[in-house]
């Protein structure tokens, strides 16, 4: 039997009539190692991004830089730190590639948590603070030491060729 939200029970006792298993401590546990393994699979995903607030700069991130306002810097919960990843806003169309330093948002609903800059550059004001868009890896560390291109990576190589074709 599944949980709501298709967690397996994993040799737990079926839930009694009205009774719900669904917030448990043990869902719980198992809801946030689902949300937070690291996905090498280079795939896109769409969800909320938002950005660093200003006590952020300057702090170190997971992989240790300090968070720079300015930079390319970006959070993500499950995509591996060193991912180089394309964002677009799907509200503007802006997009802005960014490389993920540090693990976040803790924001429910949030993937992405992005610098100050690149939050600009893409569209999302501090007035608004979040925006719908899509996260396409470029180029994903895998656990062996190589790197796995990304939807965009492939994108990216078809734009350069369009363009190139173009000043023809």
Do not use: C, W
Not at 85 to 104: F, H, M, N, P, Y
Not at 123 to 143: E, M
């Amino acid at each position: 039997m599944a949980l709501a939200g298709g967690f397996p029970q994993h040799g737990r006792a079926e839930e009694a009539p009205g009774q719900s298993l669904k917030n448990t401590p043990e869902t719980r546990a198992a809801e946030k190692a689902r949300h937070h393994e690291p996905d090498f699979s280079a795939r896109k995903r769409m969800g909320t991004a938002s950005f660093y607030a200003k006590q952020f700069a300057g702090k170190p991130m997971a992989d240790g830089a300090p968070m720079d306002p300015e930079g390319d810097n970006a959070a993500s919960k499950t995509l591996p730190l060193g991912t180089t990843a394309k964002v677009t806003s799907l509200e503007t169309g802006k997009s802005a590639v960014v490389t993920i330093q540090d693990r976040g948002p803790y924001v429910p609903g949030r993937i992405v948590d992005l610098s100050p800059a690149t939050a600009r550059q893409i569209g999302i004001t501090q007035r608004k603070g979040v925006a719908l868009v899509v996260v396409a890896p470029i180029a994903v560390p895998q656990p062996d030491g190589k790197v796995k291109l990304g939807a965009a990576a492939y994108e990216l190589r078809r734009e350069a060729a369009d363009a190139r074709t173009a000043q023809r």
